[in-house]
């Protein structure tokens, strides 16, 4: 085996070292940003909403009180224009009980998701559009155990 031929041998055998060190220092950096001061790196205005929603549910279950508002303001400047869009949780002449609304705020950082069916219902289609931006009012309402969202003002 001459020296080019055994330097290529190694290159090779450290490949799988050499993967596995680049995939822990990505793996690190991932845990750091999101973490730090980057915490809603990966997050939309959608997903922002939800958590939004999820945290004032909390706030309101843990009350007495049978009303909440919510007060939203999008990942994007603050005079940037926007809309909110929330679907009914059941469409009438559902056959199933599963809840199916998808929430959607658009903007520079627009998203979409359902995963605020897991705490609040929606009875009927909510859409508000702010020309200037601004913060978005979110009317949460306590019936017994369903929380649900009345209105967006």
């Known amino acids: 085996m001459n020296r080019r031929t055994h330097r290529r041998t190694k290159i090779v055998a450290n490949a799988p ?11 690190a950096a991932l845990v750091l940003l999101s973490s730090s001061g980057c915490g809603n790196a990966f997050e939309d205005n959608g997903t922002h909403l939800a958590y939004a929603l999820e945290k004032g549910t909390q706030q309101l ?9 919510v007060h939203y303001e999008s990942l994007d400047e603050l005079k940037e224009p926007y809309y909110v869009e929330i679907t009914p949780s059941i469409i009438e002449g559902q ?6 609304s998808y929430l959607v705020v658009s903007g520079r950082t627009s998203g979409g998701t359902s995963y605020h069916n897991r705490f609040v219902f929606v009875p009927q289609r909510l859409y508000l559009k702010k020309d200037l931006g601004g913060s978005t009012e979110l009317v949460l309402r306590k019936d017994g155990e369903r929380i649900s969202v009345v209105e967006l003002r």
């Open 17 to 27: 070292a050499q993967r596995c060190q680049i995939a822990s220092i990505a793996a």
């Open 61 to 69: 279950r843990a009350s007495s009180a049978s009303e909440l508002v």
């Open 95 to 100: 056959a199933s009980n599963i809840w199916g």
